[in-house]
């Protein structure tokens, strides 16, 4: 109980994706070479931004206090929390080869899990709408129809 957090229900999430192999998957994509001073895998890193994503955390500086959370570093199994260089060190690592290998693997598993749902086809509908939001800023919503 004192670990209970504002974070709980990623652990249903965490289950998810740890049921459908993306954890191990990320490990197998991205393998990281362990130097003296390095304490996170890049499938650390990449989960800690997928699991950020989620609970709506959008900049690299607030992904260090989401890792600092109790539960989110045991559903992570980090032994601190990821601070923002260490995140832009590995995603500077993974470069555009990187960014490819991770695009091709998220198409095919949207795919997989679409045809498991026994759906023919999924519908993207960008709304490029722009509106203020702290100043100048455009945002770009997406809207996903599923048929």
């Known amino acids: 109980s004192e670990q209970l957090t504002s974070y709980s229900r990623l652990s249903v999430i965490t289950d998810f994706i740890k049921c459908n192999g993306i ?34 955390v959008r900049r690299l500086s607030r992904i260090a206090n989401f890792t600092f959370d109790a539960l989110v570093g045991r559903l992570l199994d980090l032994p601190k929390n990821i601070d923002e260089n260490t995140i832009s060190r590995h995603l500077g690592n993974l470069g555009e080869r990187g960014a490819r290998v991770l695009h091709d693997f998220l198409l095919s598993f949207t795919a997989s899990q679409a045809e498991h749902c026994g ?29």
Request: hydrophobic residues 40%; contains cysteine; aromatic residues 14%.
């Open 119 to 147: 759906l023919s086809r999924i519908t993207l509908d960008c709304d490029s709408t722009v509106f203020m939001a702290y100043g100048n800023q455009q945002v770009f919503h997406v809207y996903v129809f599923i048929n």
């Open 23 to 56: 954890y191990k998957q990320f490990d197998t994509l991205f393998t990281t070479t362990r130097h003296g001073a390095s304490r996170f895998c890049t499938a650390q890193v990449l989960s800690g931004i997928l699991l950020a994503s989620l609970c709506g």
